[in-house]
């Protein structure tokens, strides 16, 4: 099994840029396809969050219908970390963001268990 920690966001007005990272644990880290979602403050906790991205083990990249452009995601396998840059952030990019193992069959999370989470805040 892999387990994450987020890290990485904050407060900032719309416009600005964040990194993202999620760290990991687990020997199996290279060789898994790697997401991240986001649940925002509308949603209720525990239903379906929403798909940002996911990096595959051999580098290829997939990125949800919202993202328009302005979310990069990238790993370092040697330091077992995935990040996410999000530029010229939005408020209602507001949400707090998790990384979780990507499944490609199901296109969402595969594990039911996830991470603290990293809360990203944008003012107007």
């Known amino acids: 099994q892999v387990h994450f920690v987020e890290s990485g966001g904050g407060l900032v007005q719309a416009g600005g840029s964040l990194r993202l990272s999620c760290i990991a644990s687990?020997?199996?880290?290279?060789?898994?396809?790697i997401g991240w979602y986001r649940q925002t403050p509308a949603q209720v906790p525990g239903t379906r969050r929403e798909?940002?991205?996911?990096?595959?083990?051999?580098?290829?990249?997939l990125y949800g219908d919202s993202t328009e452009g302005r979310f990069t995601i990238s790993r370092d396998n040697a330091k077992k970390t995935v990040y996410l840059q999000i530029d010229n952030l939005k408020p209602e990019d507001t949400a707090v963001y998790f990384c979780?193992?990507?499944?490609?069959?199901?296109?969402?999370?595969?594990?039911?268990?996830w991470g603290p989470g990293t809360q990203v805040t944008v003012s107007s």
């Open positions: 979780n193992v990507h499944s490609d069959y199901s296109d969402y999370a595969y594990y039911d268990y």
């Open positions: 687990g020997s199996s880290f290279s060789s898994e396809d």
């Open positions: 798909f940002i991205a996911a990096i595959h083990r051999g580098g290829g990249t």
